[in-house]
């Protein structure tokens, strides 16, 4: 699995994948991880040589093991054709969004919306807050809305947001939009105290490896720290697992030599 992986031949790293998973030896969550990993390097494999049916299922298949995956979502959403593709890939990325907060998947979204006026984008935006999601990510999503509205030059919206969110979850983000908005009502003492904040504030998302921590700042296949496979995710530092990350170290003996030439 691994050493193919490594080498770039996906077609049989998911093959083995699959034989782990039928022998049980990786659990289900991890299993989840590199399938949807592969099959969506599988699916830009495909788009490359114009095979955009091929992509396609493999990108469902990805967004099905995975639909908090940033990268298939908003890929899938684009490939997405014919009647009703345009409700699909609405209902798809706001999905993704209200899991990850992601501001590129905001911002597809946006485009997906197709609305005339920043004002109606914003408030587009802010219903998804209605919408189900998990409690632990609500603080997250406002911040992410907030960030877009000012974006937007929606200021007050932005601003409202953004006080919302209690002062121990405001993020290096929140207050970089606190010190945009400052800057908008021409309030350099205010903006220069944000951007302070700003610089000693928690992370809040990125791209961070499950295995060793690295904050990586983009999704890739293998971490280039540490060089686990599927360890690369969108999430917070905070938040990362290590005890799924261990059991993929486990996993990793040794790359087979054999395979790869030099």
């Not at 911002?107 to 802010?126: P, Y």
């Amino acid at each position: 699995l691994f050493s193919y992986a490594k080498i770039g031949d996906v077609t049989k790293s998911l093959i083995n994948l699959n034989k782990l998973k039928n022998m049980k030896f990786i659990n289900h969550k991890i299993y989840q991880n590199i399938a949807s990993d592969l099959n969506y390097v599988c699916a830009l494999d495909y788009l490359e040589k114009g095979n955009i049916n091929s992509a396609k299922n493999h990108l469902k298949e990805a967004f099905k093991q995975k639909p908090n995956h940033v990268l298939v979502s908003i890929k899938l959403s684009n490939l997405l054709k014919g009647i009703g593709s345009k409700t699909k890939s609405i209902n798809q990325l706001e999905k993704t969004f209200l899991l990850t907060s992601n501001h590129d998947v905001l911002n597809e979204l946006s485009k997906k919306w197709d609305l005339k006026t920043s004002g109606s984008r914003v408030a587009k935006a802010i219903n998804l807050l209605g919408k189900k999601s998990s409690q632990d990510i609500k603080d997250d999503l406002k911040i992410a809305i907030a960030c877009f509205a000012v974006t937007e030059k929606i200021w007050g919206e932005a601003e409202k947001l953004l006080t919302e969110v209690p002062k121990s979850k405001l993020t290096n983000k929140a207050y970089q939009a606190f010190a945009d908005i400052a800057s908008s009502q021409n309030n350099p003492e205010i903006v220069k105290d944000n951007l302070e904040k700003a610089a000693n504030a928690t992370e809040g998302f990125n791209y961070f490896c499950s295995s060793c921590g690295n904050k990586n700042n983009r999704w890739e296949l293998h971490c280039p720290k540490c060089d686990n496979l599927s360890t690369i995710n969108w999430m917070k530092m905070n938040d990362i697992e290590m005890q799924d990350s261990i059991s993929l170290s486990n996993l990793v003996p040794k790359i087979d030599k054999n395979l790869i030439s030099y």
